[in-house]
Each structure stands twice: as C-alpha cells, then as structure tokens.
T-cell receptor, first 112, second 112 residues
Framework: QQQVKQSPQSLIVQKGGISIINCAYE??????FPWYQQFPGKGPALLIA?????SEKKEGRFTISFNKSAKQFSLHIMDSQPGDSATYFC???????????FGTGTRLTVIP | NAGVTQTPKFRVLKTGQSMTLLCAQD?????MYWYRQDPGMGLRLIHY???????AKGEVPDGYNVSRLKKQNFLLGLESAAPSQTSVYFC???????????FGQGTRLTVV
C-alpha cells in the first residue's frame, strides 16, 4: 500500500501562477518530510524539507505547508516559471534504514 | 566530487539475458538503495544496504539480486530479465545519520 499519497498526478500552470501539490500520510511515526525535484533524464534531487514541529518552511519561491493534525503537507511554488517544469515527489521518513517512502509524483508543466 | 554514478545509462536486453547495474558513490555514505521508477508508480525500493557486506529486501525485490562488497559500490543484478523489468533504475545513497538521499542519474533498461 502507498505510504504517502500524492496529488495531482499532473499539473499545468501559467507562468507567474501558483503551483500546489498535495500529499497525505497515515504513519504518525514519520518525522521528516522532503520534496524532491526531478528533471527529465536526471535523478531526483532534494528541493526542500520540513520537520513536523514546524507548520511552514519557505525557501525562495518554494514553500512547504504542514498540517500535523490532518497528516497532510503541500508544496507551493509561487511565481511559477517554465524552468520549474519537472516531476515533483513528496516523501516521508520513518525509523530505520529502509525508511524513506515516496509519493507517486506530480508532473508540473509551466506554460510561458 | 562525482556523487552517485550509475553505469550504464542505457541498456536493451533480450528476455532471459542477465546483466549487472553498477552504482558507485564517493561520499562515504553508509546507506545505499536501488529504486525502480515506473509511470504513475513513483519510486519503489528494490533492495537496500546499511553497510558493506549487508543487504536487505525492499518493496519489490523479486527478480533482482544485490551485492555490496565495497562500501562505495552497490550492484544490482538481473539473472533472467523479463519485459516487466523494463524501467528506469535509480541508485541513491545517504549518510547513516543523515536525512538527504543523493540519487544517481538513472539507468534506462528495456527488456524485449
């Protein structure tokens, strides 16, 4: 079963708009929630991450909003640019070495 | 600093053939992982290793074997390739006490 559920599967946004990707989880033992960005032909790379004791983290145009009670977190991309077009994966970390669970990914396309 | 390097980048196999994918990391990371990425299914963990000489099964281990004879290398083997193993394979590594996973650029494998 999918430990982390991600939506939408694909997203098309106009340049300058806001892109929002949502994720949900069930395991309350998760203690770290990263977002990975993947460009075509490349491996995923860490974009931004948050711990559950914080409700929001912002790095430039990228913001994670975290709702611990609802077990949901989301990525907001402000002023979306064509260069942001990529696949985005949310993830959640539990305990042990085999502990990073990924969502199914969202393909973002930003139209000029 | 090369990070995580995967070899080869592309490969076409015939059903029943065998091959080995090589992952090398130069960051002295303890943990290494093999994932497969399929459309709509995100990243699924095949096998992982918490240190030299140790390996463990992930979510989708059937049809694959791994070895970690040296800390910097993690090999993924397909003994008898099947069309269902057509996928993009990613290797990742991370420090034992760390949070960020570093990915290679992927190997696109097609089994015909």
């Amino acid at each position: 079963q999918q430990q982390v559920k991600q939506s939408p599967q694909s997203l098309i946004v106009q340049k300058g708009g806001i892109s929002i990707i949502n994720c949900a989880y069930e395991n309350t033992a998760f203690d770290y929630f990263p977002w990975y960005q993947q460009f075509p032909g490349k491996g995923p790379a860490l974009l931004i991450a948050i711990r559950p004791d914080v409700s929001e983290k912002k790095e430039g145009r990228f913001t994670i909003s975290f709702n611990k009670s609802a077990k949901q977190f989301s990525l907001h991309i402000m002023d979306s640019q064509p260069g942001d077009s990529a696949t985005y994966f949310c993830a959640a970390r539990g305990t042990g070495a085999n502990n990073l669970f990924f969502g199914t990914g969202t393909r973002l396309t930003v139209i000029p | 600093n090369a990070g995580v390097t995967q070899t080869p980048k592309f490969r076409v196999l015939k059903t029943g053939q065998s091959m080995t994918l090589l992952c090398a990391q130069d960051m002295n990371h303890e943990y290494m992982y093999w994932y497969r990425q399929d459309p709509g299914m995100g990243l699924r963990l095949i096998h992982y290793s918490v240190g030299e000489g140790t390996t463990a099964k992930g979510e989708v281990p059937d049809g694959y074997n791994v070895s970690r004879l040296k800390k910097q290398n993690f090999l993924l083997g397909l003994e008898s390739a099947a069309p269902s193993q057509t996928s993009v394979y990613f290797c990742a590594s991370r420090p034992g006490g760390g949070t960020e996973a570093f990915f290679g650029q992927g190997t696109r494998l097609t089994v015909v």
